[in-house]
């Protein structure tokens, strides 16, 4: 743990509370905001959570294909911008991206704990999710809505990409190496990065908000045993990646997919 009282990191404990009400005030606390928002008008709609929809990847400009590229490939690259201030934020204290493990260091082992934590969260997540619908308290999330142009696989493995990056930098990494700096316990840091987690998925419902706070629980503690996000990116990844292509392949050829 480092501490920051001492100015090792350049940051007094107030400056660091101020950081990250900062980064997520722009990043994913304001998603928070917004999905429990959603929530509250999915709630109140007429409808029951089950039969509305929470689309993922969807068109941004109808049935113009080259303006709709454009908008997709600026909304990854803006969702991206919290991720890079995260990481600007910890050279200027005088550390780096690999102080969390957001780096290239090591390939291999990355890539296999996260295949490997894929498998074992991805299953096991899309199981939650059918019950959770079917139980009526979640909404029918559609991963894919984009019309079928040459870049709509593209597209949805670099939304894949953007989701594994933002979110395992930010709730995973820096939050939780922050939070150890201004000396909180292992668990508790945790179950706050987690519920944070859970909170930005509302707008999917209340199945949303639970799958992913366990998922932030795992994701929380394999960080802090292995003080590396980087493997906690390839997995969100390859989860997501495979949520949104499968999605559309399997659609209408499998009874058990909405």
């Given at each position: 743990?480092?501490?920051?009282?001492?100015?090792?990191?350049?940051?007094?404990?107030?400056?660091?509370?101020?950081?990250?009400?900062?980064?997520?005030?722009?990043?994913?606390?304001?998603?928070?905001?917004?999905?429990?928002?959603?929530?509250?008008?999915?709630?109140?709609?007429?409808?029951?959570?089950?039969?509305?929809?929470?689309?993922?990847?969807?068109?941004?400009?109808?049935?113009?294909?080259?303006?709709?590229?454009?908008?997709q490939l600026a909304d990854i690259a803006i969702a991206l911008a919290p991720a890079a201030l995260v990481a600007y934020l910890l050279v200027r204290s005088g550390e780096s991206a690999r102080t969390i493990g957001a780096d290239l260091r090591e390939p291999g082992r990355d890539l296999l704990r996260g295949a490997l934590l894929a498998a074992v969260v991805g299953g096991t997540g899309l199981a939650f999710y059918l019950m959770a619908l079917r139980?009526?308290?979640?909404?029918?999330?559609v991963p894919d809505r984009l019309p079928d142009v040459w870049w709509r696989v593209p597209i949805l493995l670099l939304a894949a990409a953007q989701n594994g990056v933002l979110e395992e930098v930010i709730v995973s990494g820096y939050l939780l190496h922050r939070l150890d700096a201004l000396g909180w316990r292992p668990?508790?840091?945790?179950?706050?990065?987690?519920?944070?987690?859970?909170?930005?998925?509302l707008y999917q419902g209340f199945g949303g908000f639970v799958g992913n706070v366990a998922m932030g629980l795992l994701f929380g503690r394999l960080y802090q045993r292995w003080g590396r996000a980087m493997p906690l990116v390839?997995?969100?990844?390859?989860?997501?990646?495979?949520?949104?292509?499968?999605?559309?392949?399997?659609?209408?050829?499998?009874?058990?997919?909405?």
């Amino acid at each position: 743990m480092q501490d920051v009282s001492t100015g090792k990191t350049g940051l007094t404990p107030r400056l660091v509370r101020a950081e990250l009400i900062v980064v997520f005030a722009v990043s994913l606390g304001a998603s928070a905001l917004r999905s429990l928002i959603s929530l509250i008008g999915s709630l109140t709609a007429p409808a029951e959570l089950k039969a509305q929809h929470a689309v993922l990847v969807g068109t941004r400009a109808p049935g113009r294909p080259w303006l709709d590229l454009s908008l997709q490939l600026a909304d990854i690259a803006i969702a991206l911008a919290p991720a890079a201030l995260v990481a600007y934020l910890l050279v200027r204290s005088g550390e780096s991206a690999r102080t969390i493990g957001a780096d290239l260091r090591e390939p291999g082992r990355d890539l296999l704990r996260g295949a490997l934590l894929a498998a074992v969260v991805g299953g096991t997540g899309l199981a939650f999710y059918l019950m959770a619908l079917r139980s009526g308290i979640n909404l029918d999330v559609v991963p894919d809505r984009l019309p079928d142009v040459w870049w709509r696989v593209p597209i949805l493995l670099l939304a894949a990409a953007q989701n594994g990056v933002l979110e395992e930098v930010i709730v995973s990494g820096y939050l939780l190496h922050r939070l150890d700096a201004l000396g909180w316990r292992p668990w508790r840091a945790v179950r706050l990065s987690a519920t944070l987690r859970g909170s930005y998925h509302l707008y999917q419902g209340f199945g949303g908000f639970v799958g992913n706070v366990a998922m932030g629980l795992l994701f929380g503690r394999l960080y802090q045993r292995w003080g590396r996000a980087m493997p906690l990116v390839v997995a969100h990844t390859l989860i997501d990646a495979v949520a949104f292509v499968g999605y559309g392949l399997l659609r209408g050829r499998v009874s058990w997919l909405p």
